[in-house]
């Protein structure tokens, strides 16, 4: 089994932990927005040039001198319904069944309804493909400088480590999550907007979440 990374058109990772994740990846897969940005940083990443295994996207964003220069790894889709994350992510799941962990860089920075729409996906995703970033087959997180963010379906426990801050954000109004482990218990919020539940603290090593029923939630990790 190994690990894939999508890298995606929002701001490009400079911090250890992301570019780290990068160096090991087995796989590797560019949304078009990000291709031309991962060749000009390959070899200081890598020591060497390296190419991914798949540029996935419509091709709206990629010059055509580049996309006939490489069409051997390029991966058109044209159909509009889903962006390239989701395309790639798609992707990922029809064409390397030996990858258990996927990792999403670049999904944030630059477009704020780029950031919010592909940090939500993530929820999404427990819906279309059934992947919970816990307990699944692969796990998936987005990952950039700044947060690790993840999306659970159920009740759950994350070492988090004391003093670490943490929002929740679910769309689902219905939901009741009884935390532990925080500094503001969740207990008794109505989730009937993005921010109830965001800005927390970890008061604990471990913060124990409780749903009500299962739902999906998305979990940020700054």
């Not at 060749?39 to 040039?49: M, N, P, V, Y």
């Amino acid at each position: 089994m190994g690990s894939c990374v999508i890298i995606g058109a929002g701001d490009f990772p400079t911090k250890e932990y992301p570019l780290y994740l990068l160096r090991t990846a087995d796989r590797i897969v560019c949304c078009d927005g990000a291709f031309r940005s991962f060749l000009r940083r390959s070899k200081s990443i890598f020591g060497q040039e390296r190419l991914p295994d798949a540029v996935v996207g419509d091709l709206d964003s990629l010059p055509k001198s580049i996309a006939d220069k490489y069409r051997g790894i390029i991966v058109k889709i044209d159909e509009q319904e889903d962006n390239d994350q989701t395309k790639s992510v798609r992707y990922v799941l029809e064409h390397y069944k030996d990858v258990d962990t996927i990792h999403i860089l670049g999904a944030t920075g630059k477009r704020e309804a780029h950031t919010l729409g592909n940090l939500s996906l993530l929820m999404e995703y427990t819906r279309a493909f059934g992947i919970d970033s816990l307990t699944s087959t692969p796990t998936i997180d987005i990952v950039s400088d700044r947060c690790t963010a993840i999306a659970v379906t159920d009740s759950c426990t994350l070492e988090v480590g004391q003093g670490r801050p943490i929002s929740i954000i679910t769309t689902d109004n219905s939901l009741k999550i009884q935390s532990d482990g925080l500094e503001w218990p969740t207990d008794d919020v109505v989730f009937d907007n993005l921010w109830k539940a965001t800005l927390n603290r970890a008061s604990k090593d471990a913060v124990s979440l409780r749903f009500s029923h299962p739902s999906m939630a998305l979990i940020i990790l700054e």
